[in-house]
């Protein structure tokens, strides 16, 4: 069965710091990978979205970038985080195939606070 | 291009009384709809999916909601709401274009169950 594990599950970070979360998926091959952002009481807004190995699509000019070194790994980064860079960050897969009919899988989410 | 609007952004009932949480979309295909339930600071769950099949579809945890295409909505409801049932529920749309084929969320509503 497929999973998707993303981590950490919380992240305190002061502002000017680099960041690094990490997505990775089980169970399935060349999946379509998404970075959302939820910020506090707003809905989601989606930041990068991945069709393959080093093909990544920005939705949104920010100060984050996302890399996809492998198949089933999807990295959201930062060089130096701002105070707006905090909120719940959420991964997610599907396939072209399966979109219409599942959705999305998501990750159980990153709080990251920028102090 | 498609868009969904979720008509409220907070509802309160009762215990034991119904739910109903209220979607309208846009969409210039026929549209794969979804609605997810997200609990605080977790990721989303699939609660229910709408894929050109019956349009009153079951989902988990005793919800439902019914595709009306004269209408352009898909209203979520349940007879009898419970306290676990407290939670952030988005309604969303597919995007049939493109290989990334992206999801589109309403800006979600917040289901609060009071005593």
């Known amino acids: 069965s497929q999973t998707i594990h993303q981590w950490p599950a919380t992240l305190v970070q002061p502002v000017g710091s680099p960041l690094s979360l990490e997505c990775t998926v089980e169970?399935?091959?060349?999946?379509?990978l998404y970075w959302y952002r939820q910020a506090a009481g707003r809905g989601l807004q989606l930041l990068f979205y991945?069709?393959?190995?080093?093909?990544i699509s920005s939705e949104v000019p920010q100060n984050l970038s996302a890399s996809r070194p492998q198949d089933r790994q999807f990295i959201l980064s930062s060089k130096k985080l701002l105070l707006s860079d905090s909120g719940f960050y959420l991964c997610?897969?599907?396939?072209?195939?399966?979109?219409?009919?599942?959705?999305?899988?998501f990750g159980s989410g990153t709080r990251l606070t920028v102090v | 291009a498609q868009s969904v609007t979720q008509l409220d952004s907070h509802v309160s009932v009762s215990e034991g009384t119904p739910v109903l949480l209220r979607c309208n979309y846009s969409s210039s295909y026929s549209p794969s709809l979804f609605w997810y339930v997200q609990h605080p600071n977790k990721g989303l769950q699939l609660l229910l999916k709408?894929?050109?099949?019956?349009?009153l579809v079951k989902g988990i945890n005793g919800f439902e909601a019914e595709f009306k295409k004269s209408e352009t909505s898909f209203h979520l409801t349940k007879p009898s709401a419970h306290m676990s049932d407290a939670a952030e529920y988005f309604c969303v749309v597919s995007d049939r274009g493109g290989t990334a084929s992206k999801l589109t969320f309403g800006t979600g509503t917040r289901l609060q169950v009071t005593l």
């Open positions: 997610a897969w599907s396939t072209l195939r399966q979109i219409q009919a599942q959705g999305y899988t």
């Open positions: 169970g399935t091959s060349n999946p379509n």
């Open positions: 991945s069709i393959g190995i080093d093909q």
């Open positions: 709408y894929t050109s099949a019956a349009t």
